[in-house]
């Protein structure tokens, strides 16, 4: 039978927070006086409370009091984000509560850090109740912990963590525990502990948390503009992104992606076929993405992965349909069978004007492929197709001055992803 309360814990459970918690104590060590310490001693921070953590570095009380404030100056401005969700936790958390089982956190971690955390980490949407210490709170009591975070009419319930701690927690309060082996602890601790269930990745945990829910189809997004808006640096930096939260991304590209498509690609580019009638044209990024949706994108889609394609289908609306005039309902015509109703849930589109775009190609010192060579009249087409494509589609479709500074370009993408997340 399914468990219908989940309790997690955050640090090495949720996220691998370890480098910031590690650098945290590291600091505040040091300016205590204690130096030259082996640094892998900071890595028995993660997890068991801060206050025995500096006692066990040979500390007084005193001074592991005060060691704590110097960890917390640096913890919440920068530690707490030194940090990463583990790959696959957002789709298990979606399919929890797909499921309907209630989510809840319980962790030693002060309860403000945690709530930012997973506010941070676009998590925060995912849980009923968040359970942590005060932040004078030196014991970090994980049984306490635990029985507060359980909630009342709580019927089959079990409490996840990767330390001895979390296992300890569960079982004071009755209920069943799962070590998670790809955190902080071993698995010998955690079999030691008396773990009810050790599961060694995350896959696995999903497997015994929601058996039977399906993983929800992944997240596709795609990124659009002009040649020279900047897509590859915003696309690494979404990349990123997405990552850090736990999203499992697959990179790719069109025309290309796949290795029949890549093929296509070569044809479709070369300057030797600068004579190809743009039917043709219009026809091969066609067939390249036919491939490309079916090796591709479909079945990491279909594997709960998060799709971050370099240009899609809007490309040959704005390129083909826009510059080259064969018309907007021609192309989406002939591309109908390619994208066979694959469409993307979110598109970056970096606007920037065709004068601009041309000055940044002209100065890129990479040969210039066939469609970048085109005068600026056919860049100022593709500019247009673009700006109505984004006036048809305002919820997918999220444009930006590509000529704003590049952290404020990213900062907008990402604010728009979440929100685009966060509805789903
Ligand atoms: P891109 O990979 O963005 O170029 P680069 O490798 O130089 O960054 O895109 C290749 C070119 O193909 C680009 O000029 C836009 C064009 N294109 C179309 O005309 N139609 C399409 O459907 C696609 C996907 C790209």
Request: hydrophobic share 45%.
């Amino acid at each position: 039978m399914r468990y219908d309360t989940i309790l997690f814990d955050l640090d090495g459970t949720l996220t691998e927070s370890g480098p910031g918690i590690m650098h945290s104590a590291q600091i505040a060590a040091e300016k205590m006086g204690f130096t030259g310490v082996d640094p892998a001693a900071f890595a028995r921070f993660i997890g068991p409370p801060l206050f025995q953590s500096f006692q066990a570095l040979g500390m007084t009380e005193a001074q592991a009091e005060q060691a704590m404030g110097h960890y917390r100056a640096y913890f919440a401005h920068r530690g707490l984000f030194e940090n990463a969700v583990y790959p696959g936790i957002p789709n298990l958390l979606r399919r929890l509560r797909a499921g309907g089982t209630g989510v809840y956190l319980a962790t030693a971690k002060p309860q403000v850090f945690a709530e930012r955390i997973l506010a941070h980490f676009g998590l925060a949407r995912f849980f009923d109740g968040v359970v942590g210490i005060a932040l004078d709170d030196k014991a970090g009591d994980k049984p306490t912990i635990v029985r507060a975070a359980l909630p009342k009419r709580a019927g089959r319930a079990a409490m996840v963590g990767d330390r001895a701690y979390d296992i300890d927690g569960g079982k004071a309060n009755g209920i069943d525990t799962v070590g998670v082996c790809y955190g902080y602890g071993t698995q010998a601790e955690l079999a030691h502990a008396g773990a009810t269930h050790l599961v060694d990745t995350v896959t696995e945990l999903a497997a015994l948390l929601a058996p039977d829910v399906p993983i929800p189809r992944g997240f596709f997004v795609t990124v659009e503009g002009l040649d020279g808006s900047g897509k590859t640096t915003q696309i690494d930096a979404l990349g990123h992104y997405l990552t850090q939260r736990g999203y499992e991304v697959v990179r790719t590209r069109e025309p290309g992606g796949s290795p029949i498509a890549e093929q296509i690609r070569r044809v479709v580019l070369s300057p030797d076929n600068l004579g190809m009638h743009p039917v043709t044209e219009a026809l091969l990024y066609a067939a390249a993405r036919a491939e490309h949706v079916q090796a591709v994108v479909r079945p990491a889609l279909a594997a709960g992965k998060t799709v971050l394609c370099d240009r899609f289908v809007d490309s040959s609306v704005a390129y083909q349909g826009g510059g080259r005039a064969l018309g907007v309902d021609v192309v989406r015509g002939l591309n109908a069978p390619a994208v066979a109703g694959t469409m993307p849930d979110a598109t970056l589109l970096l606007r920037v004007d065709a004068a601009t775009a041309m000055g940044r190609r002209s100065r890129a010192t990479a040969s210039l492929d066939r469609i970048e060579v085109e005068r600026e009249a056919f860049h100022q087409r593709v500019f247009d197709a673009y700006e109505a494509l984004a006036q048809l589609y305002p919820d997918r479709i999220c444009a930006v001055d590509a000529t704003a500074g590049v952290a404020e370009i990213t900062r907008q993408a990402c604010a728009r992803m979440d929100a685009m997340l966060a509805a789903r």
